[in-house]
């Protein structure tokens, strides 16, 4: 696992220094992180190298989960797209199920945490131990863009998030007036991580071969959980409308969240609509293939994002950092990375995308440059070492409650 200092080359030896100046000052507290899946989804992908790096830094950072069953995880699936503003019919008997899961963690999960540090909603009712460790300060990270979430769902919400000492949202337009300090903190990428880091061009070539892709034809590629927020039936429409004038291939790569109870029936749909066309890869991805995902990425000529809502879509940073050219759906996070025809394309439909591809594909040297721009772009805003800064500024405004942080 890369260390702090193998972050340098990248970064300048002066954020390295940050780092390790800031950490000295929350030695002896314990950073308790806790959320509710270990794989699946970019919550999980930044708290796998967040807290060894925050430990490799002398801080006490731990990461502990939820537990929940099928139908806890069918509510709090369905809490997430009506959050994003999808339409869901939600009941009574949902909150219900919520509640009494989240009694059961209550009863369970120990907390040790001098900050408590609670991931999304699934976990956010566990704010009702705080009495359990005085002194404790309790920040809830908000990763769902809320600006327009549905109401019932965000009113059974909010007197929970009131009872936090902060919050913490990806971007400036993702969040709700609330009683409580809010922090903005885009996430990150680990540039390093396996995911990420340069790879030889023999095992870009392997990975191909292993799911049985010549690179013979541009590739177009989606990776991204099976969600129907990722809308990789629209991919496919879009691939059909490009695939008329340029003869291309089209990757949809990506696994499922332990808490999604949607992902099989979402990768059935896509196979459907993909049909029997051979230039049509739909790759069921296990959770850990992060050397193949990288690969794959590398290996495209275009990276598609066409989700219908987004949290920040960290799947675009990967790309950006890749220096590949991108088309990506104007949601959530993605206009924060994407500034259109600078590091990428963005979209607002089908024909759009299909349009975006095809300028691409045509243009080999616009697409460079793009992503080009994109790279550098990742470099100065999304990478891991910003993020781990920033969130041991959060940390230490929990005790500087002017919000003011000497260093
Ligand atoms: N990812 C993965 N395997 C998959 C699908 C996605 O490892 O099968 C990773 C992806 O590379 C990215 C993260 O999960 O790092 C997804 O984060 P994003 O913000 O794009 O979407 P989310 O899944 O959090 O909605």
Redesign the pocket.
């Known amino acids: 696992m890369p260390k702090i200092a193998d972050y340098e080359p990248i970064v300048g030896f002066n954020t390295i220094e940050e780092l390790r100046l800031l950490a000295g000052k929350l030695q002896g507290k314990v950073i308790q992180n806790i959320n509710s899946t270990a794989v699946g989804?970019?919550?999980a992908?930044i708290l796998n190298r967040m807290v060894p790096l925050l430990q490799e830094l002398g801080i006490d950072a731990r990461w502990d989960f939820i537990k929940g069953g099928e139908n806890f995880f069918n509510v709090t699936k369905k809490f997430h797209n009506a959050l994003h503003g999808k339409s869901e019919e939600i009941t009574p008997q949902m909150f219900e199920i919520f509640m009494d899961t989240s009694q059961r963690n209550i009863d369970e999960v120990k907390i040790c945490g001098d900050i408590v540090f609670i991931h999304d909603p699934q976990p956010i009712a566990l704010v009702k131990k705080k009495t359990s460790m005085p002194g404790s300060k309790w920040i809830w990270r908000c990763h769902i863009d809320v600006s327009s979430p549905n109401k019932q769902v965000w009113d059974f919400l909010t007197p929970f998030i009131h009872q936090y000492d902060g919050t913490v949202f990806s971007a400036p337009g993702f969040s709700q007036p609330l009683p409580v300090r809010q922090f903005l903190i885009s996430p990150s990428i680990d540039p390093l991580s396996d995911?990420n880091k340069e790879l030889p061009q023999e095992i870009i070539d392997k990975v191909l071969e292993k799911y049985h892709i010549s690179n013979d034809k541009p590739i177009i590629t989606q990776?991204?959980?099976f969600d129907y927020l990722k809308d990789p039936v629209g991919v496919i429409e879009a691939y059909r409308l490009v695939k008329k004038h340029i003869d291309c291939q089209l990757i949809i790569?990506?696994?499922t969240a332990t808490d999604d109870p949607e992902s099989t029936g979402v990768f059935a749909e896509t196979q459907e609509a993909a049909g029997n066309d051979a230039d049509i890869h739909i790759l069921p991805?296990p959770?850990g293939s992060?050397v193949e995902?990288n690969a794959l990425q590398r290996a495209s000529n275009v990276i598609v994002q066409k989700s219908l809502r987004e949290?920040?879509?960290?799947?675009v940073t990967?790309a950006l950092w890749k220096a590949k050219p991108v088309v990506a759906s104007s949601t959530g996070g993605i206009p924060l990375q994407v500034k259109h025809k600078h590091s990428g394309l963005l979209c607002h439909s089908v024909s759009g995308a299909a349009y975006a591809i095809k300028q691409l594909l045509s243009s080999p040297e616009y697409a460079k440059r793009l992503g080009e721009n994109g790279r550098e772009h990742v470099k100065q805003n999304f990478l891991l070492t910003r993020h781990l800064k920033d969130y041991m500024l959060l940390f230490l405004c929990m005790y500087h409650p002017e919000d003011v942080v000497y260093l």
Do not use: A, M, W
């Open positions: 989804g970019g919550v992908e995911k990776i991204s959980r790569g990506g696994g991805i959770s992060d995902i949290g920040f879509g960290l799947t990967e």
